[in-house]
């Protein structure tokens, strides 16, 4: 019983001499996780089809967002029509503790450019963009902490800060006390 308090005292002496600590998750890591959902397809409005694939990442700089870039298709199969170009999507980088994860918040349509769309289905079109981005990127999980991203030297750490750089997400992580 003795020798079991000292080890628990150790261990939180420990704790208190350990400080917080930066990891950096490269964006290739990022990469590799939204590319296990691409391509990505949906109908809308019973009409609409969408499909985005060949996503790429990048972080904006000073923004604390993430922002995807993907090639994309719109189709109208009952009137035989569809329109192919580029959709720009963002979010907010947040921590999400419950999941032991990084994840988006904030979705929103930066930008959708199809060739050849004419005016008559340019905002529907763009309408099904801004819920394309809350499906996408809404809780989408970037990353998962493995058990050893949370525990150090014997001491329990949680994430608590999140910046990224132009090729990393950097999370601070401090001890549990």
Not at 24 to 31: D, G, R, S, V, Y
Not at 48 to 57: N, R, S, V
Request: aromatic share 6%; hydrophobic share 45%.
């Amino acid at each position: 019983m003795l020798l079991a308090l000292a080890a628990a005292l150790l261990l939180a002496s420990c704790a208190a001499l350990i400080g917080p600590r930066d990891i950096a998750f490269p964006l290739t890591k990022l990469q590799q996780s939204v590319d296990k959902r691409m391509p990505y397809s949906q109908r809308y409005l019973g009409i609409f089809e969408i499909t985005a694939d060949k996503a790429q990442l990048s972080f904006p700089a000073g923004q604390n967002r993430l922002a995807m870039n993907t090639d994309v298709t719109v189709a109208l199969p009952l009137l035989g029509k569809s329109w192919s170009g580029k959709m720009a999507i963002s979010g907010v980088l947040t921590l999400d503790n419950a999941q032991n994860a990084v994840t988006l918040t904030d979705p929103k349509l930066d930008s959708l450019v199809l060739n050849g769309l004419d005016n008559t289905y340019a905002a529907q079109v763009t309408q099904i963009g801004n819920l394309l981005a809350q499906q996408l990127l809404t809780k989408l999980p970037l990353y998962t902490f493995k058990p050893e991203d949370l525990h150090y030297a014997g001491v329990a750490f949680m994430p608590t800060r999140i910046a990224s750089k132009p090729e990393n997400l950097v999370v601070t992580f401090e001890p549990v006390k």
